[in-house]
């Protein structure tokens, strides 16, 4: 694990690269309900069925 990089540079350049030609989309949606499972997770009232 001590090689392994933190971050992918190469992901991040392409990213960068599609939000600067306005071709990065971002699904508000699917980021609330991450959001929500994490601040479950980290209270400990995981209620996922």
Do not use: Y
């Not at 991040?12 to 989309?25: D, H, L, N, P, T």
């Not at 699904?27 to 995981?46: C, P, Q």
Request: glycine letters at 8%.
């Amino acid at each position: 694990m001590a090689g392994t990089p933190v971050v992918d540079v190469a992901k991040v350049a392409e990213i960068k690269q599609a939000i600067s030609e306005g071709r990065f989309q971002i699904n508000s949606g699917v980021v609330a309900d991450r959001l929500i499972a994490s601040a479950r997770e980290l209270l400990g009232a995981d209620t996922r069925q």
